[in-house]
């Protein structure tokens, strides 16, 4: 074993392998707290277990895993108590009473660390704020060989191990409840219909939350522990409907998160050429909403570049059949023939979205261009030919049908023209009885082409 990797083993292996794991542990969670639209559940009971915690210090004085996990679940399950008594006794908005019970509970928390600090407790305020990432070592034998595998293991830092296992568990909690978490989820009624206490699912959601959020506090900190909770969940539902693939997405963006998070605390500054690292909690926080950042603009369905594709797309696809329909109603007045993109331009509207349906219309064959002009070929005509019956059916009907005036139809029909399939089209060529003419004397193009 060469001594760059024996490096890489002791110095980023553990903090890496505990930051992933309680990354990992977050997201599962997480992504029932956004399923239920409680995002900021997760955000209370980080701080809501922080009392907890400090208590557990203040009265056994030790910092036993099993203690303050104790004090830290009591603490989160009588935040989650509370934020229901205060919503529905104070008949305020949830986000409302989840902020006044967190901030409350978080102070108290404050206050608790004064005591502890007065009374000599070792209760380290950075460890809970920002964890200890950069102090995770694996304090390898000199034996490169590692032939005694088990004393290695021995060294490994305790915080590796506990968030391994925390992990192991919520993986095992998640698996075998996630038909009755995912129904609890969307309909809390019916799956106690069926038999599923939602708000018994709830509250054990709630003591595995609290679970994580005391194993991370000494790896990421109390605080921050709120991103890896709801960021990789948050961005893996933006990508995908379907909950299975939102987990393992959520999954996937965790231990990125993790991953490039720890190694761009240490490398960044030296790239801007910084005395100090960064804090790698820290940096895996910034990380993950730069994900979350980049979801939110490029997801495929619900990204805002995404939507505005599809909007640019609609709206180019209807100006594509204005200017099928305008080319085809001057072809009724004048016969074949061809416009200058100036004249289609100015009838219109000289826009960009203008000039991209007039590209759109040539590239799929529907316009030919000759001789400086545009006209419309036999398969564009055929498209304006159905548009333009559309139109004029739809028009016959709002005014034999609906009752409307002359002069209030042409609008409406030519935002329902855009959006009328051909099925709808013969129903509605059925309704008015197939005329030959609309109410303004044009005549109606036949379903054959005449």
């Keep these: 074993m060469t001594e760059a990797t024996l490096q890489i083993l002791s110095l980023d292996m553990p903090a890496l392998v505990a930051a992933s794991a309680a ?79 967190f901030s409350l509970f978080f ?36 034996d490169a060989r590692l032939t005694n595998v088990h004393h290695s293991l021995h060294l490994m830092p305790v915080e590796v191990l506990r968030s391994l296992v925390i992990l192991l568990l919520t993986v095992v909690f998640v698996s075998a409840l996630k038909k009755e978490l995912t129904l609890a989820a969307f309909n809390p009624e019916l799956a106690t219909t069926l038999g599923f206490n939602a708000n018994l699912l709830h509250y054990v959601l709630v003591v595995f939350v609290a679970l994580t959020v005391v194993a991370s506090f000494e790896i990421v900190g109390s605080i921050l522990v709120i991103a890896m909770l709801i960021c990789p969940a948050a961005t893996a539902r933006l990508m995908t409907d379907r909950l299975t693939t939102q987990i393992w997405l ?12 720890y190694y761009s605390a240490s490398q960044v500054p030296v790239y801007f050429d910084l005395h100090s690292s960064f804090n790698a909690a820290g940096s895996i926080a910034v990380m993950s909403g730069l994900l979350l950042m980049l979801g939110f603009l490029f997801a495929p369905r619900y990204g805002i570049c995404a939507r505005w594709f599809r909007t ?41 979205t203008t000039m991209f349906a007039l590209l759109s219309a040539r590239f799929r064959g529907y316009l030919e261009y000759a001789d400086g002009t545009l006209s419309l ?71 054959e082409g005449e």
């Design 23 to 101: 990354a990992v542990s977050c997201a599962l969670l997480g992504n029932f707290l956004v399923l239920r639209k409680v995002s900021l559940l997760g955000d209370a009971i980080s701080h809501a277990v922080f009392p907890g915690i400090v208590l557990a210090f203040l009265l056994f004085g030790t910092r036993s895993g099993v203690w303050i996990f104790i004090g830290a679940s009591c603490a989160g399950i009588l935040s989650v108590m509370m934020i229901e008594l205060v919503r529905k006794l104070g008949r305020i908005d949830p986000g409302a009473s989840m902020g006044v019970v």
């Design 107 to 142: 102070a108290v928390g404050v206050i608790l660390m004064e005591q502890a600090s007065a009374s000599n407790v070792d209760l380290d305020t950075d460890c809970i704020l920002h964890g200890q990432l950069e102090n995770l070592f694996w304090l390898l034998p000199a």
């Design 250 to 261: 959520s999954v996937l963006f965790a231990v990125l998160s993790s991953t490039l998070g």
């Design 312 to 352: 640019m797309a609609l709206s180019v696809s209807v100006r594509r059949d204005d200017v099928l329909g305008f080319l085809f109603r001057a072809e009724e007045v004048q016969g074949s023939v061809g416009f200058t993109l100036r004249t289609i331009a100015s009838a219109l509207g000289k826009t960009p």
């Design 377 to 447: 070929t036999a398969r564009g005509r055929e498209g304006a030919r159905s548009l333009v019956r559309t139109h004029r059916l739809w028009e016959t009907y709002l005014v034999e049908n609906l009752g409307l005036r002359l002069d209030h139809v042409h609008s409406t029909a030519m935002e329902l023209e855009h959006y009328t399939p051909s099925e709808l089209s013969k129903r509605l060529a059925e309704t008015v009885e197939n005329p030959s003419e609309d109410p303004h004397g044009s005549p109606i193009p036949s379903e």
